[in-house]
């Protein structure tokens, strides 16, 4: 930390929430690095570097094909575009205007998310209609047979910790009952680690962040059948060219991918355990906060402390979370369940040093707030509604 956000006039973020998107996902790993800042010193052929590309995500997640897209949303608007489209250049020049094309896009209730942007408008952004199935507790395959028609071009499926977490049909049955209409399925995973699991199910396009947990720079990686992916990748000609990738994105994400694959995964967990247990020592005995260990409610290898904030901290979970992130350096914590009293700290992005700035910040903002005596005072509605006016501030 320091000279960059010094020049720029930026306050420094110690990330404890994770790879979230919206602080900057994660630490770019050294190999990655160093291909973006040789790359764009230089020109390239880049459907050569596509090609390139899909060699690389073949290797890793055992599908036939793949391309870097800008993001996983684009690589969820590319795919849907593919399904419809398919190869013919006629129909890629044409979307967002779907007509003469299968244009609708199945998908469960409580897959239709926010994951900084509705699931649902990506859809829509290729010019597709989504059909929700079920109801957000309760889809089964019923229902997703009743509304796979003639006119349905995809079915897509989203794993995620924002999903709804019962009641949804499962991924292996979700692509049989699709595969048996002859419909295409496009998984959504941006920021989970198994790179094989879905593609071994028989998903006909899978999408991922590089920019999460792989430790590349903003990108998506789309991996898949080599037709779905040849078709979403030649959406290029069309509404693609609004979401591309340059060359970095492209050469850090092979590179990325391929310093996963040599990653010692048991060593790196072993020093994220090491965090977990220094902050349960670090923050036992905070007045109200109760502590476990969580591991990742969709099965990633990662285990996070749940912070449970209590009356006796003088603080709400929202307004510990907030008087956190008004710190210089400021200590973002996962607060996606604050409403209902908790806060998550995600070792993934922190060395030993930021760890002990994080439970330092927390037991001092608890002893800050007992000895003002003005917490507990921000409804939940007020925090809520105070962030998304702070969000809709830009530019200030
Ligand atoms: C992060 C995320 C996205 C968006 O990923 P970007 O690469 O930032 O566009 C989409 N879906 C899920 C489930 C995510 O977690």
Excluded at 56 to 84: P, Y
């Amino acid at each position: 930390m320091g000279a960059i956000h010094d020049r720029l006039g930026l306050v420094p973020v110690i990330n404890a929430s994770g790879t979230m998107t919206a602080l900057g996902a994660s630490r770019v790993v050294p190999e990655a690095r160093e291909a973006v800042a040789e790359i764009l010193a230089a020109f390239v052929d880049i459907a050569a570097l596509q090609k390139r590309a899909s060699r690389a995500i073949a290797e890793a997640t055992g599908a036939e094909a793949g391309f870097v897209t800008s993001s996983s949303a684009s690589g969820m608007v590319l795919g849907v575009a593919a399904a419809m489209t398919g190869a013919d250049p006629a129909a890629i020049e044409r979307l967002p205007d779907t007509q003469g094309m299968k244009d609708e896009v199945v998908i469960q209730a409580g897959h239709l998310v926010n994951f900084g942007a509705p699931v649902g408008q990506m859809i829509a952004l290729a010019g597709a209609r989504a059909v929700a199935v079920g109801t957000a507790f309760d889809v089964q395959p019923f229902h997703l047979e009743a509304a796979l028609d003639e006119r349905t071009a995809a079915a897509m499926f989203v794993v995620s910790h924002h999903v709804v977490p019962t009641g949804q049909v499962d991924l292996a049955t979700f692509i049989r009952t699709a595969h048996a209409q002859g419909v295409p399925v496009i998984v959504d995973m941006a920021s989970e680690y198994d790179l094989t699991g879905a593609v071994a199910l028989g998903a006909d396009l899978v999408i991922w962040s590089a920019h999460k947990f792989l430790g590349g720079p903003t990108a998506g990686i789309v991996a898949g059948k080599h037709d779905l992916v040849r078709a979403a990748y030649l959406q290029h000609r069309g509404i693609g060219r609004a979401m591309k990738v340059g060359k970095e994105g492209i050469a850090g994400a092979i590179l990325a991918l391929e310093a996963w694959g040599r990653r010692d995964h048991a060593a790196v967990r072993a020093g994220e355990m090491k965090i977990v247990e220094y902050w349960l020592a670090a923050l036992a005995g905070v007045a109200g906060l109760a502590l476990r260990v969580l591991p990742d409610w969709t099965g990633n290898p990662i285990d996070r402390v749940e912070v449970t904030v209590g009356e006796a901290s003088g603080l709400h979970a929202w307004e510990l979370a907030e008087r956190l992130a008004a710190r210089n350096p400021s200590i973002r914590v996962r607060d996606d369940m604050v409403e209902a009293g908790v806060l998550h700290l995600d070792p993934c992005n922190l060395d030993a040093g930021e760890a002990a700035l994080v439970s330092t910040a927390i037991r001092d903002e608890v002893e800050a707030a007992l000895a003002r005596g003005d917490g507990r005072r921000q409804t939940f509605g007020e925090f809520r509604a105070a962030n998304l006016a702070d969000a809709l501030s830009f530019p200030g």
